[in-house]
């Protein structure tokens, strides 16, 4: 089942009742290659379904998000944006030139979480990881 159809389920089984305009932001969401901002997931939709208003959008995003079907990217400026959640133990690297983000594998954590928690006496329950850098397509832009 792909990811739209299986986000559709959730919701109807979480009593969300599923919207044509409401199953255009599922896939504008699902179809972009970098985390989003609500007011662009807005526009996204609304070239797709003029008549999508934006409380639509986020009440959904609100919905996602607390089904934990989607998740918040931070920017270096601050700026929240929102994404696929991950699917395992993954975390997110995101391009600071264009904004693509991806995930990563992030298994193998253990040992810096043994590290900290013996140098600051802490108990690391959760974790959250988002690394910086420049994708391959604008490093090479760059040279």
């Known amino acids: 089942m792909d990811r739209v159809n299986q986000w559709v389920s959730i919701l109807q089984e979480n009593g969300c009742r599923i919207t044509a305009p ?7 969401i699902n179809e972009s290659p970098r985390a989003l901002q609500p007011g662009e997931i807005y526009e996204l939709s609304r070239a797709k379904n003029p008549r999508i208003g934006l409380v639509t959008v ?12 989607i998740q918040r990217v931070h920017r270096e400026d601050g700026c929240h944006m929102l994404m696929p959640a991950p699917e395992g133990h993954e975390h997110y690297l995101v391009c600071t030139h264009c904004g693509r983000t991806i995930l990563f594998e992030g298994d193998d954590l253990g040992g810096l979480f043994a590290r900290v928690e013996t140098d600051t006496g802490f108990k690391v329950n959760d974790h959250w990881l988002q690394l910086f ?11």
């Open 22 to 28: 409401r199953r255009v932001i599922l896939q504008v």
């Open 58 to 69: 986020y009440r959904t995003l609100d919905r996602l998000e607390k089904l934990d079907l």
């Open 133 to 143: 850098g420049t994708c391959p397509d604008c490093h090479q832009l760059e040279q």
